[in-house]
């Protein structure tokens, strides 16, 4: 067809409530018990066929009632890594010559599958197999992942449209084309949008992908690829692996490796990075290394701070999805008026009154960690902090297993900026307090923007526009994501593109352009309309 098409104008899907009484709640609850009542093989997909994977078998649970076994995946074995590299490869002389326009009616049509038929299926997964609340799952399952299939697409087609100025009798072009080689896509458990994502995004972009989800996430996840195949994508260009990755290098080793999307822990990325670096030589092209890790996320308050918006924003900030958003409050700076007169109490109060659960019961805030080792990683810091003259566990600090993974939220207060409560990593419902005096508001300031290795997300609380100001400069490196009077963490695809620097990834900025154009290989293209027929020039004559 003869046409310069234009795609239809993204909007932030709404939120549903699941208010009592809403027709959501009841549609959502019956999946739920589907959902929970069937044993499912969470099988591998390569050239959009299911195939049983021939490793070991992995247990699916629910962290919140680990005996409730949802399916069984299996450790992909290195041949079956091979087949899908193969797979990918095969798949991309025909993708990269398909259209943008049949692209991007695959991945528009993929959202409204979600929107619709497959809202309360995406959710209900995410919910059972990660112990998310039916809210945290809709902004996540639903909303993110149908945010960023449609924002995408408006992104790529801006994308594709920036050209280079031409002279008169030339006419300058670029070739958005995709990368040279396959993508490696490696998702991790607690975002089934991350998820969705990033196996999507190069593809739309006209590369072919071998994804491999998390095991934690691996019900969810089985869903979303059903979603794509049923949304028209051809064998081959997103080809899924499962376990947890023990025959990788099969992919990361391939001299036909493009890139790699990643989203974990900074020390997983330091090993792939590492392992590229090291058989640099091996490849065809130099492979794109796209990733967003750790975090160890900032609240610092200000003496003006609204003592009621700080405290709903510690609670939520620190406690939301259990601690386990790589964007979550983990260590904040209280002045010691506030602390004092009511945001200690007001913190302590609402956290106490926060309740950890089946997330199939509504009426609860929260559900489990995801699995056994982050559990053991928690009780481990809560025996440390026992003997610790430095840190008072103020409310929480134990954690029970016999059900769930359960770990209560838990706020501690330390008399040393410098302990590991504010430089390391627990990615759990745990939130180190540092109070300090009032008038040492800017060298607290400057001491937290470089004590955690991150530099993910962060937040200032003030009413005093010269002290937000002054801090905003301070911890300009500190976070890729800022705010200003709000928790740290629910970015929105489309508004605040995420990311973040240092030891929290390569701040490529997922939800924006600035994603995908690193996906992308441009060929500048020149053409020459009246090309010149004498070798010399004119100041020769």
């Not at 112990?131 to 992942?145: G, H, M, P, W």
């Not at 947890?244 to 490796?257: N, R």
């Not at 010269?466 to 300009?476: C, G, V």
């Not at 701040?507 to 996906?519: C, E, F, H, I």
């Amino acid at each position: 067809m003869d046409a310069l098409f234009t795609v239809p104008t993204p909007e932030n899907e709404p939120v549903n409530s699941y208010a009592p009484g809403t027709p959501e709640r009841e549609s959502l609850q019956k999946r739920l018990a589907e959902l929970a009542g069937t044993e499912l093989d969470l099988d591998l997909n390569i050239s959009g066929e299911w195939r049983r994977g021939a490793g070991a078998e992995i247990k699916v649970v629910q962290p919140h009632n680990r005996a409730h076994v949802l399916g069984t995946t299996r450790e992909a074995t290195a041949a079956e890594w091979g087949a899908a590299v193969a797979a990918a490869k095969a798949a991309r002389h025909d993708w990269i010559r398909t259209d943008f326009a049949d692209r991007a009616a695959i991945f528009l049509r993929a959202a409204e599958l979600i929107a619709g038929p497959y809202r309360d299926v995406l959710n209900g997964a995410t919910m059972l197999g990660q112990s998310k609340t039916a809210v945290q799952a809709e902004i996540d399952a639903a909303c993110e992942l149908i945010d960023f299939l449609r924002f995408n697409v408006s992104f790529a087609e801006w994308l594709y449209r920036q050209q280079p100025n031409s002279s008169r009798g030339l006419w300058n072009r670029t070739d958005h084309r995709p990368l040279d080689g396959f993508v490696l896509a490696i998702t991790p458990f607690n975002f089934t949008a991350i998820a969705g994502n990033l196996p999507t995004a190069p593809a739309l972009m006209g590369n072919t992908v071998v994804w491999k989800p998390s095991p934690t996430q691996q019900f969810a996840a089985h869903f979303v690829m059903k979603v794509l195949l049923e949304a028209g994508l051809p064998p081959g260009v997103i080809n899924m692996v499962t376990g947890v990755g023990t025959s990788s290098e099969t992919a990361l080793l391939d001299p036909d490796l493009g890139g790699i999307h990643f989203t974990g822990s900074t020390k997983t990325f330091q090993h792939l990075w590492s392992t590229v670096g090291q058989n640099i030589a091996g490849y065809r092209t130099y492979p794109r290394l796209v990733g967003e890790t750790g975090g160890k996320d900032f609240i610092v308050a200000h003496p003006s701070a609204d003592l009621q918006s700080l405290a709903v924003a510690m609670v939520r900030g620190a406690y939301e999805y259990q601690g386990q958003k790589c964007s979550a409050l983990s260590r904040t700076y209280v002045p010691a008026s506030l602390w004092k007169h009511g945001l200690r109490d007001a913190v302590v109060g609402m956290t106490e009154d926060i309740t950890y659960g089946d997330v199939t019961d509504f009426a609860n805030f929260g559900g489990a960690v995801i699995d056994d080792r982050a559990f053991a990683k928690h009780t481990a810091l809560f025996e440390r902090l026992q003997g610790d003259p430095k840190a008072t566990v103020v409310t929480g600090g134990s954690a029970d297993d016999s059900q769930g993974y359960f770990v209560q939220p838990t706020l501690v207060e330390s008399t040393d900026p410098t302990h590991e409560l504010f430089s390391d990593e627990y990615f759990g419902p745990i939130n180190g307090v540092y109070v300090y005096d009032d008038n040492d508001f800017d060298t607290v300031v400057r001491q937290a923007a470089d004590i955690a290795p991150y530099a993910l997300t962060g937040a200032v609380f003030a009413n005093d526009r010269a002290a937000i100001a002054r801090a905003s400069e301070e911890l300009r490196f500190a976070a890729g994501n800022y705010y200003i009077n709000d928790k740290p963490t629910g970015a929105v695809v489309g508004q605040q593109p995420f990311g973040g620097a240092r030891g929290s990834g390569t701040n490529d900025k997922a939800g924006s352009w600035q994603n995908l154009v690193r996906w992308v290989s441009p060929r500048s293209i020149k053409e020459n309309f009246l090309p010149p027929t004498e070798y010399r020039y004119p100041h020769q004559g």
